[in-house]
């Protein structure tokens, strides 16, 4: 063979490889990712070492946003289905009979309908509302109730804007597990036994039907009894210290997706 075509043998492999590897899905229009620093090392021909450390961009996987309906009149419908009224409770007066508006966390958008979540027994009820009977936002962050840990965290998106301890219910009266959704902002002066404040949340006790005069809802709220927090001692609600559901308050706006897990 001729020595030309010996000492042309590994570019035509080489390119061979470089063409069956790009056959093979293994090149990409993706931008490469740059590193950020790289040293290059060769303790002898034929054997570099690479170290270097690169910058790997964080990518969020929860939303950062949350559609929210706001009734606009006196009423709004309820229905189980586009067109077909929710026979248990047809409608909502607005606003409620504690004088706050009525809003529903949006799940899904069909043009004229919209599927909602609902904030009235049974827990976690979603129905339908037509779209001309609400005015549409968003909200930015979502709460997570973890009633083991004892403990509330604000998210936006993955980042966590706060993180409190909270005292839950007892076994007699536990904290309602689900998904639900902040449906009352009260500030409070504080002192009393809701402390600063509370954020009603669309969740009812699982046992109690009424409390205090109301129809058995859960709330965060603050405490005079911050001693306390960190157990299981309320009727329900998820007690936390004044600071932290002032800061609640400021960061979960009506509509805000709250979830409540074991």
């Not at 799940?107 to 909602?116: G, N, Y």
């Amino acid at each position: 063979m001729a020595r030309w075509m010996v000492r042309s043998l590994p570019v035509v492999v080489a390119l061979a490889v470089v063409a069956v590897l790009a056959t093979l899905g293994f090149s990409s229009t993706e931008d490469p990712v740059v590193p950020t620093t790289v040293q290059l090392a060769t303790a002898e021909p034929g054997a570099p070492q690479l170290t270097g450390s690169w910058k790997v961009e964080k990518v969020s996987t929860s939303p950062t946003s949350f559609d929210v309906a706001d009734a606009v009149g006196p009423s709004v419908g309820l229905y189980s289905e586009p067109d077909v009224p929710y026979e248990p409770k047809p409608s909502l007066a607005n606003p409620t009979h504690e004088g706050l508006p009525v809003v529903f966390l949006v799940l899904e958008d069909h043009d004229a309908w919209l599927k909602v979540r609902v904030s009235s027994r049974p827990n976690n009820l979603v129905l339908w509302v037509k779209r001309n009977e609400v005015s549409l936002r968003t909200v930015p962050n979502r709460v997570v109730v973890e009633v083991g840990a004892h403990r509330v965290t604000v998210y936006h998106g993955d980042d966590v804007l706060l993180q409190a301890p909270v005292a839950v219910g007892t076994a007699r009266t536990p904290t309602p597990l689900g998904d639900f959704f902040v449906d009352g902002i009260v500030p409070l002066s504080g002192g009393g036994p809701y402390g600063a404040g509370q954020v009603s949340v669309s969740g009812f006790s699982d046992v109690l039907q009424s409390f205090g005069g109301g129809v058995g809802q859960i709330a965060l709220h603050g405490t005079n009894r911050p001693q306390l927090l960190g157990q299981n001692v309320s009727n329900g609600c998820v007690r936390m210290a004044d600071e932290s559901i002032t800061a609640v308050m400021s960061l979960a706006p009506l509509g805000t997706p709250v979830t409540i897990v074991a």
